[in-house]
């Protein structure tokens, strides 16, 4: 077992960026946390969590995917394809780590989108436990461990520095690289530091949520339920809640022309958008209610049913913060868990 | 004061003045309050909250919830801010007045949870308001603030405790407030240089995730569609294929609303980015006010607003070239 004093977490990073490049959470204004590249002088953000997730990394907002620029009669195809350089990521939450595995099973299932594939091949996750939990978590409900985070490496955090410990063979032989900087340690310190963030996850307001009701096989169940009416009605069809959620995936290809050339690329789309799933034919989902409804259904329904029952929320809370009208999964999931009036 | 809302609300409703309530419904915790439509006297009992969290100004919902064909009449809270954005839509013929009954309300300033948690308290489980403080909860045991610190900006500048449009009024009628700090920020960056200024966009502005929720909640926002939401005009609405993209969105956007816009803020309120968006549009109403006279757009429910009206004494158009050099 490793220990890192959090006095020695700058020689740390000052190590590991000249392995790879290593993006840090840094404070923005206003506590508005946000990842950016370590360099000499980069402050290591104290906040809970960044103001956007850190599926970015591996599924940013926007990226080319490919460009064609035309010269007299021939058609030549611009490969600007960038997303194979090693990277580290530090400081990602429990929350976030186990959204990477739920990004894994749409984006790496066949065929597995490259783009994806290779950033995860090429980036490691270096987690942190959490210390300090917000009123807004929640991701004990579902079964995650803000205690123990996943990824390539975990960091437990006891106030005073870092139980390191290494999940896989990619964090396992970047640990190898960098063991000069670590202290050893035995397990009963991050035993220890674990039961305090439980401690503390054990209180959590919205630690437990009713998910009985949901999963895999709902659909008929919630589908029809009266109470989406009520619940969108003062929703206004922004997209802030799925462009800050670590597991909202969908996205839009589009081209954008340059006047030099086209670029083709993909950027995230949400489903709160009145032209989401338009096609050809017209829109499925033609008001907020339906637009919304889809939303929840997705994480809390559709994705567990195709998905050995994971749900697609994992608790980290952004969505409450930052929903323009306080609306958000925590309180369309108690809503829907009262009985209401199912037929 | 939540309780005499709520009086008055059963009253109206019960009288069928009204239908429905438009007001503020409670939430998991003190701050998250989401607007609401309350149809009977027992939902007010539950769900109708009025406190000092109750930020969300519900004035452009009534472009929808007054449209509803054979609803009757429905009841909304203004608190004066709100109130300037239900003059401005009444103005432009957005809302069907007849099917509004708008009660003025008195507002001392709405609190940010966020302006909270920049004070180095998280895990809020509970606020109190105790005469000049909030007494915070938390998962980490009691903290005091007081209620000024936790004040949203908009609510520090406020422009105006009287209310601009409204057929009733609860609590005394409140009086206008001068301006000192309203304009602070804005006259910091008409001091920069040009390149200065930029870089201060620029550096704002690029952390815009183009969510939109600036549009979505403004109220003078209004367009069924907006161009932003066309895809053949050229423009991508979700994501900045370009770098200036999103920047363009914003200053396009502040064009639009120029002249209609009513300083209430939301822009700001909720960009999950806290990207200070209203400056842009204080900027143009202290422009307005200095070039055009005083202007206070959704103060009357009639009249033109100084951009699409002419008189003799309009400044002439090289004033912007006069001033871009000043």
Same mark, same amino acid.
Request: glycine residues 8%; charged residues 30%.
């Given at each position: 077992m490793k220990y890192l004093p959090t006095a020695r977490l700058d020689r740390f990073l000052e190590d590991a960026a000249k392995l790879r490049k290593i993006y840090v959470p840094v404070d923005g204004e206003q506590n508005r946390a946000a990842y950016r590249l370590w360099m000499p002088g980069t402050v290591v953000s104290k906040a809970l969590n960044t103001t956007r997730s850190a599926k970015d990394f591996f599924f940013p907002q926007t990226e080319n995917l490919v460009g064609f620029r035309r010269t007299e009669k021939k058609l030549e195809i611009v490969d600007p394809r960038r997303e194979t350089e090693d990277f580290a990521v530090f400081g990602v939450r429990a929350c976030d780590a186990r959204s990477f595995s739920i990004l894994d099973k749409v984006f790496l299932s066949d065929p597995a989108d490259t783009y994806y594939a290779n950033r995860r091949a090429h980036g490691l996750v270096l987690s942190v436990s959490c210390r300090r939990p917000a009123e807004t978590c929640f991701c004990t409900a579902f079964g995650i461990d803000p205690s123990a985070p996943e990824g390539d490496v975990t960091f437990t955090d006891d106030g005073e520095g870092y139980y390191v410990r290494a999940n896989s063979e990619k964090g396992e032989a970047f640990l190898e690289s960098l063991s000069g900087v670590f202290d050893e340690a035995d397990e009963a310190g991050e035993k220890e530091a674990r039961a305090q963030t439980k401690r503390i996850a054990d209180r959590l307001?919205? /630690?437990?949520?009713?998910? @009985?009701? !949901?999963? +895999? +096989?709902k659909t008929k169940d919630l589908f029809d339920r009266p109470e989406w009416s009520s619940l969108s009605e003062s929703c206004i069809g922004c997209g802030t809640c799925t462009f800050v959620c670590p597991t909202c995936q969908c996205y839009d290809i589009r081209d954008f022309d340059t006047g030099r050339e086209v670029r083709r690329f993909r950027c995230w789309d949400s489903c709160m958008y009145s032209d989401f799933t338009k096609m050809a034919g017209g829109n499925?989902?033609?008001?907020q209610k339906e637009r919304f409804r889809q939303r929840f259904m997705h994480k809390l329904v559709y994705f567990p049913e195709n998905n050995g +029952? @994971? !749900?697609? &929320?994992? /608790? &980290?809370?952004r969505c409450l913060r930052a929903c323009p009208i306080g609306m958000n999964i925590v309180k369309v999931l108690k809503t829907l868990a009262e009985d209401g009036n199912e037929s | 004061m939540q309780e005499r809302l709520k009086a008055r609300a059963r009253e109206l409703l019960g009288d069928g003045v009204v239908t429905r309530v438009l007001g503020w419904k409670k939430g998991e915790f003190s701050y998250d309050i989401t607007p609401a439509v309350f149809e009977s006297a027992e939902e007010l009992e539950r769900d109708f909250v009025f406190d000092g969290?109750?930020?969300?100004?519900?004035?452009?919902?009534l472009i929808q919830e007054a449209s509803k064909p054979g609803k009757g009449k429905i009841l909304v809270f203004l608190k004066p801010c709100d109130s300037y954005s239900y003059g401005e839509l009444l103005k432009e013929h957005r809302i069907a007045k007849e099917n509004v009954y708008a009660v003025g309300i008195p507002c001392e300033g709405m609190a940010d949870a966020d302006r909270i948690r920049a004070r180095g308290i998280d895990g809020i489980l509970g606020i109190e308001h105790e005469g000049e403080d909030f007494l915070v909860h938390t998962l980490y045991g009691d903290e005091r603030v007081s209620v000024k610190e936790a004040l949203a900006e908009r609510c520090l500048s406020c422009k105006s405790k009287r209310h601009a449009s409204c057929d009733e009024l609860i609590g005394e009628e409140g009086e206008d407030v001068p301006d000192d700090v309203r304009f602070t920020e804005v006259a910091r960056l008409e001091a920069m240089t040009p390149e200065e200024r930029f870089e201060f966009w620029r550096g704002e502005l690029s952390r815009c995730v183009r969510c939109n929720a600036c549009r979505n909640v403004c109220p003078a926002c209004s367009c069924e569609n907006c161009v932003f939401d066309n895809p053949a005009s050229g423009i991508s609405q979700k994501a900045a294929a370009d770098p200036f993209e999103e920047n363009m969105y914003h200053i396009i956007r502040a064009f639009h609303v120029a002249g209609r816009c009513t300083d209430c803020g939301e822009c700001s309120r909720v960009c999950p980015e806290h990207i200070p968006l209203h400056l842009l549009n204080r900027k143009f109403i202290k422009d307005i006010d200095e070039l055009y006279g005083a202007y206070r757009a959704g103060e009357s429910e009639d009249g033109k607003n100084p951009l699409v009206s002419y008189t003799e004494g309009d400044v002439e158009p090289s004033v912007v070239n006069e001033r871009g050099r000043a």
């Amino acid at each position: 077992m490793k220990y890192l004093p959090t006095a020695r977490l700058d020689r740390f990073l000052e190590d590991a960026a000249k392995l790879r490049k290593i993006y840090v959470p840094v404070d923005g204004e206003q506590n508005r946390a946000a990842y950016r590249l370590w360099m000499p002088g980069t402050v290591v953000s104290k906040a809970l969590n960044t103001t956007r997730s850190a599926k970015d990394f591996f599924f940013p907002q926007t990226e080319n995917l490919v460009g064609f620029r035309r010269t007299e009669k021939k058609l030549e195809i611009v490969d600007p394809r960038r997303e194979t350089e090693d990277f580290a990521v530090f400081g990602v939450r429990a929350c976030d780590a186990r959204s990477f595995s739920i990004l894994d099973k749409v984006f790496l299932s066949d065929p597995a989108d490259t783009y994806y594939a290779n950033r995860r091949a090429h980036g490691l996750v270096l987690s942190v436990s959490c210390r300090r939990p917000a009123e807004t978590c929640f991701c004990t409900a579902f079964g995650i461990d803000p205690s123990a985070p996943e990824g390539d490496v975990t960091f437990t955090d006891d106030g005073e520095g870092y139980y390191v410990r290494a999940n896989s063979e990619k964090g396992e032989a970047f640990l190898e690289s960098l063991s000069g900087v670590f202290d050893e340690a035995d397990e009963a310190g991050e035993k220890e530091a674990r039961a305090q963030t439980k401690r503390i996850a054990d209180r959590l307001p919205l /630690g437990t949520l009713p998910l @009985e009701k !949901f999963g +895999g +096989g709902k659909t008929k169940d919630l589908f029809d339920r009266p109470e989406w009416s009520s619940l969108s009605e003062s929703c206004i069809g922004c997209g802030t809640c799925t462009f800050v959620c670590p597991t909202c995936q969908c996205y839009d290809i589009r081209d954008f022309d340059t006047g030099r050339e086209v670029r083709r690329f993909r950027c995230w789309d949400s489903c709160m958008y009145s032209d989401f799933t338009k096609m050809a034919g017209g829109n499925p989902r033609l008001t907020q209610k339906e637009r919304f409804r889809q939303r929840f259904m997705h994480k809390l329904v559709y994705f567990p049913e195709n998905n050995g +029952g @994971e !749900f697609g &929320c994992v /608790g &980290c809370g952004r969505c409450l913060r930052a929903c323009p009208i306080g609306m958000n999964i925590v309180k369309v999931l108690k809503t829907l868990a009262e009985d209401g009036n199912e037929s | 004061m939540q309780e005499r809302l709520k009086a008055r609300a059963r009253e109206l409703l019960g009288d069928g003045v009204v239908t429905r309530v438009l007001g503020w419904k409670k939430g998991e915790f003190s701050y998250d309050i989401t607007p609401a439509v309350f149809e009977s006297a027992e939902e007010l009992e539950r769900d109708f909250v009025f406190d000092g969290f109750c930020g969300a100004n519900l004035s452009k919902y009534l472009i929808q919830e007054a449209s509803k064909p054979g609803k009757g009449k429905i009841l909304v809270f203004l608190k004066p801010c709100d109130s300037y954005s239900y003059g401005e839509l009444l103005k432009e013929h957005r809302i069907a007045k007849e099917n509004v009954y708008a009660v003025g309300i008195p507002c001392e300033g709405m609190a940010d949870a966020d302006r909270i948690r920049a004070r180095g308290i998280d895990g809020i489980l509970g606020i109190e308001h105790e005469g000049e403080d909030f007494l915070v909860h938390t998962l980490y045991g009691d903290e005091r603030v007081s209620v000024k610190e936790a004040l949203a900006e908009r609510c520090l500048s406020c422009k105006s405790k009287r209310h601009a449009s409204c057929d009733e009024l609860i609590g005394e009628e409140g009086e206008d407030v001068p301006d000192d700090v309203r304009f602070t920020e804005v006259a910091r960056l008409e001091a920069m240089t040009p390149e200065e200024r930029f870089e201060f966009w620029r550096g704002e502005l690029s952390r815009c995730v183009r969510c939109n929720a600036c549009r979505n909640v403004c109220p003078a926002c209004s367009c069924e569609n907006c161009v932003f939401d066309n895809p053949a005009s050229g423009i991508s609405q979700k994501a900045a294929a370009d770098p200036f993209e999103e920047n363009m969105y914003h200053i396009i956007r502040a064009f639009h609303v120029a002249g209609r816009c009513t300083d209430c803020g939301e822009c700001s309120r909720v960009c999950p980015e806290h990207i200070p968006l209203h400056l842009l549009n204080r900027k143009f109403i202290k422009d307005i006010d200095e070039l055009y006279g005083a202007y206070r757009a959704g103060e009357s429910e009639d009249g033109k607003n100084p951009l699409v009206s002419y008189t003799e004494g309009d400044v002439e158009p090289s004033v912007v070239n006069e001033r871009g050099r000043a």
